[in-house]
């Protein structure tokens, strides 16, 4: 099993601040995804990156996959209410499930 | 329409039984898994299974058993149910590395 280490665990924050969710492993990976889920809900896929280095932005949601392929950032700018849920990274090889790190569960109040 | 539905959404039962969980996925997919998510939040493989093979995460004991009908469906069965198997067990689906389609989940809780 290859460890996924997510920091911070919680982070409560007000709207209009900035963000970051760190995911770290000392495993290489082939692909890595950022999920989010919602209370009551599954998981839902945000962004996949594949290339060492690879930067991905979806709207105020910017991920980047480290060099090495172990490691990924997702920022937020200015953060919104709707953005409270938990962040989930996972990462992938070839022939193995998704493993999932234990997740950054985010607050934003207005 | 639905992509990956499981049944029960809820399941309170006592200690000693037997209880099942359905899947099925409608996306046409060739891989379905098994997690389990604790109290913490924490998401864990349990099982993933396509019509090759069946990968079992050591760590699950023999109690549970996923059971595949068919391509599009697979179920879960747990033996001797424990206080500890209380949580939320996820469905999902996937194509070879892809993106993995999650159900809503059923929250189980052992009394």
């Known amino acids: 099993t290859q460890l996924l280490e997510q920091s911070p665990q919680f982070l409560s924050i007000q709207e209009g601040e900035n963000l970051t969710v760190y995911c770290n492993s000392s495993?290489?990976?082939?692909?890595l995804q950022w999920y989010r889920q919602e209370p009551g809900e599954g998981p839902v896929l945000l962004v996949t990156v594949v290339t060492g280095g690879e930067v991905k932005k979806l709207k105020r949601l910017t991920f980047q996959f480290g060099d090495a392929r172990k490691d990924s950032s997702l920022h937020i700018t200015a953060a919104q209410p709707g953005d409270t849920g938990l962040y989930l990274c996972a990462g992938g090889r070839a022939g193995y499930a998704l493993n999932f790190g234990k997740g950054t569960s985010l607050l934003v109040t207005p | 329409d639905t992509a990956v539905s499981q049944t029960p959404k809820y399941l309170v039962t006592q200690m000693g039984n037997d209880k099942s969980i359905k899947c099925e996925q409608n996306l046409g997919h060739d891989t379905m898994y098994w997690y389990k998510q604790d109290s913490k939040k924490f998401l864990k493989i349990m099982f993933s299974?396509?019509?090759?093979?069946?990968?079992i995460n050591e760590t699950v004991p023999n109690r549970f058993s996923p059971k595949s009908p068919d391509k599009a469906h697979l179920n879960l069965h747990i033996n001797s149910l424990e206080l500890g198997d209380s949580a939320v067990y996820f469905c999902a689906s996937s194509q070879v590395q892809g993106e993995a389609f999650f159900g809503q989940g059923t929250r189980l809780t052992v009394v």
């Open positions: 299974y396509n019509n090759k093979e069946l990968i």
């Open positions: 495993s290489v990976f082939s692909s």
